[in-house]
T-cell receptor
């Protein structure tokens, strides 16, 4: 069974600063995908960034980047130049290469302080 | 192009009652998954429907059932409601032909409160 752990229930960051959200996971599979989703108060899950496990290069999407450590089963999200609109719940998620279901962590509530 | 739409947005039911939640997938999508998100938790996978059949199921009791229609829309039914069924129910749609996965879209969910 796959498990995803987010050990930071809440975090805050000053506007324009950088913050890193942590995620670890456990799986016996070799091919899989990792995701970070943002859930604002509207409750709609929005994809932030995705990483394929077979790729060594860390994924980046504008201000968002990940540090993927496959051997350590670690997948952290770095948000640079934090903006007020980044305030939301952030969920780390795992999906096997069969692609049928997400396994989500319990989330990190991020607050960007003006 | 409408994204994933879910209805109703909010509803309140009494213990023991039955509820039906509805989901219309994004245009062009043929696969629908349902998730339950309890307060303060991450979403938990309930089941996935493809070609009008349940393709995969998570660890949920048989009180949770679903259906997919020929137009790919889907319903989630929960019988004999318990207080613990109170949660946000999220629908996610995708197109199986493209494989994984940045093509998965979520709806805004249906808030179910059981009293």
């Amino acid at each position: 069974a796959q498990t995803v752990t987010q050990s930071q229930p809440e975090m805050s960051v000053q506007e324009a600063e950088t913050v890193t959200l942590s995620c670890t996971y456990d799986t016996s599979e070799n091919n899989y995908y990792l995701f970070w989703y943002k859930q604002p108060p509207s409750r709609q899950m929005i994809l932030v960034i995705r990483q394929e496990a077979y790729k060594q290069q860390n994924a980046t999407e504008n201000r968002f980047s990940v540090n993927f450590q496959k051997a350590a089963k670690s997948f952290s999200l770095k948000i640079s130049d934090s903006q007020l609109g980044d305030t939301a719940m952030y969920f780390c998620a795992f999906m096997s290469n069969t692609g049928n279901q997400f396994y989500f962590g319990t989330g990190t509530s991020l607050t960007v302080i003006p | 192009d409408a994204g994933v739409t879910q209805s109703p947005t909010h509803l309140i039911k009494t213990r023991g009652q039955q509820v039906t939640l509805r989901c219309s997938p994004k245009s062009g999508h043929d696969t629908v998954s349902w998730y339950q998100q309890a307060l303060g938790q991450g979403p938990q996978f309930i089941f996935q429907y493809y070609e009008e059949e349940e393709r995969q199921r998570g660890n949920f009791p048989d009180r949770f059932s679903g259906h997919q229609f020929p137009n790919y829309s889907s319903e989630l039914n929960v019988n004999a409601l318990l207080l613990g069924d109170s949660a946000l129910y999220l629908c996610a749609s995708s197109f199986t032909g493209t494989g994984i996965t940045n093509t998965i879209y979520f709806g805004e969910g249906s808030w179910l409160t059981v009293v």
